[in-house]
């Protein structure tokens, strides 16, 4: 007996909802996230591009590559940390049915993001106009996919 097609349509559209959302959500998190550490970037992306602040003088020589260029502002500036470890540490983590958390687990990542004792705050993760406005389009995308199989 072949499965009713619209119960077939019914059944992806829940499982889209239950399962894909929460991961499309977190996928495009991150991406927006890591995108703020780009050259050029620099910044956290709400409605409007929300600049960080400028390096004091003595952290920009300390920056300063050896060829003289600089990495961007919140690529470490020792050897060891010069390999962007903030930015490639954010990932996400779904709550089944409920909720995406991003995480970081390098220690002063919230430093950085909130600005707390004395450093500059530089935002690099948090609610954002433009990334609700991008994953809405990746849903409505993915949906639009499910339902062209009518």
């Not at 490639?88 to 919230?110: H, K, M």
């Amino acid at each position: 007996m072949q499965p009713n097609p619209f119960e077939a349509l019914t059944n992806r559209i829940r499982e889209f909802v239950q399962e894909d959302v929460l991961t499309i959500a977190g996928t495009e998190g991150i991406k927006q996230f890591r995108h703020h550490f780009q050259k050029g970037v620099e910044g956290f992306e709400d409605d409007t591009l929300e600049k960080w602040a400028e390096l004091k003088p003595a952290t920009l020589e300390k920056k300063r590559r050896g060829n003289g260029s600089m990495p961007p502002i919140l690529t470490g500036v020792d050897g060891a940390s010069n390999s962007g470890q903030l930015r490639d540490s954010l990932r996400f983590e779904v709550v089944p049915g409920t909720e995406v958390r991003f995480i970081t687990d390098v220690p002063y990542a919230q430093r950085h993001n909130e600005g707390l004792n004395g450093m500059p705050k530089r935002p690099f993760m948090g609610p954002s106009a433009t990334l609700d406005r991008k994953i809405a389009e990746k849903i409505d995308r993915e949906l639009h996919q499910i339902l062209s199989t009518i």
